[in-house]
């Protein structure tokens, strides 16, 4: 039975210090019933399905990206009130879109585990004050295969994700998430929502129930986080709240690039500053 809709669309104190030492929040009964009633329209509007459908979204868990691109509900909901009054606290006033996506798991039993990592590894900044909220349109449950993280993790620092052979894969730190007592399931209800660091140790589990997962993540980041490395999307860097100021701060600390084996494309398509392979 969902809740009362939250009124108070800020953080108290004790969910901003609980973000700071847990590095996540979850909130319930952010949206509205008709709003999820929309936002599942959209999810399942033509365009929408076919290019789930396109990638196997009926056999696979999909992350379709660029979604506020391709539906105005889901532009509309990247710039929500709801949304960013509670981020404004974790990663201050000026904030851009850094990716948008849907993240599917059909209903099809046991379809969908997702890989333990970290987001910073694949789109390293300059600084780490990017957060990735995601927006239930299911209730997520540990049945449906709902996030997991690891609470404290975002304080570890950036973990190794690059294999034997030096290609980008999953966290290689496997030991971190096998005691599962130290793991917590992430299970807002449908229109509601969890807000992770993007160091925070995270993977699913495969959907054992049958019945379908779907949430809209979208991953936020400070104006002064430059972008490191991988894909710039179509909405990457879409001023949401505040302005772009044009200022970058660096944290101290060593990144790995995400090399990918993608031949002509070994650290992303825009930010790998080698620039053109051609003497001029
Ligand atoms: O869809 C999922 O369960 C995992 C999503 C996730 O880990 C991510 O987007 O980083």
Redesign the pocket.
């Known amino acids: 039975m969902p809740g009362k809709l939250s009124t108070d669309m800020s953080l108290t104190e004790d969910q901003i210090e609980d973000y700071r030492h847990n590095g996540y929040l979850v909130i319930d009964d952010v949206f509205s019933t008709q709003r999820v009633a929309q936002l599942r329209a959209a999810a399942d509007s033509e365009a929408i399905c076919a290019a789930v459908d396109e990638r196997g979204g009926s056999e696979r868990?999909v992350?379709l990206l660029e979604i506020t691109r391709r539906h105005p509900e889901f532009n509309q909901l990247s710039y929500d009130e709801r949304i960013l009054s509670r981020l404004r606290p974790l990663i201050g006033d000026d904030i851009q879109l850094q990716h948008s996506?849907l993240?599917?798991?059909p209903a099809v039993a046991g379809v969908?585990p997702?890989r333990w990592?970290q987001?910073f590894a694949?789109f390293p900044h300059t600084n780490t004050h990017l957060a990735?909220v995601?927006v239930m349109l299911d209730d997520a449950t540990p049945e449906n295969?709902?996030?997991q993280f690891l609470p404290g993790s975002h304080r570890m620092g950036l973990l190794n994700h690059l294999d034997g052979d030096g290609n980008f894969a999953e966290c290689q730190e496997r030991h971190l998430w096998a005691d599962a007592s130290k793991l917590v399931d992430i299970t807002p209800r449908a229109g509601g929502i969890s807000i992770h660091h993007c160091l925070m140790l995270?993977?699913?589990p495969p959907n054992t129930l049958g019945q379908p997962?779907r949430?809209l993540?979208y991953?936020y980041r400070a104006d002064d986080a430059y972008q490191l490395a991988d894909h710039v999307f179509a909405d990457t860097g879409t001023v949401v709240s505040g302005e772009r100021r044009g200022r970058v701060r660096c944290e101290e600390m060593a990144v790995a690039l995400p090399r990918r084996a993608a031949p002509g494309d070994p650290y992303g398509d825009a930010w790998n500053q080698i620039g053109s392979e051609v003497d001029l």
């Open positions: 868990t992350h996506k993240a599917t798991k969908g997702y990592h987001d694949f990735a995601m295969g709902c996030m995270h993977g699913s997962r949430g993540v991953q």
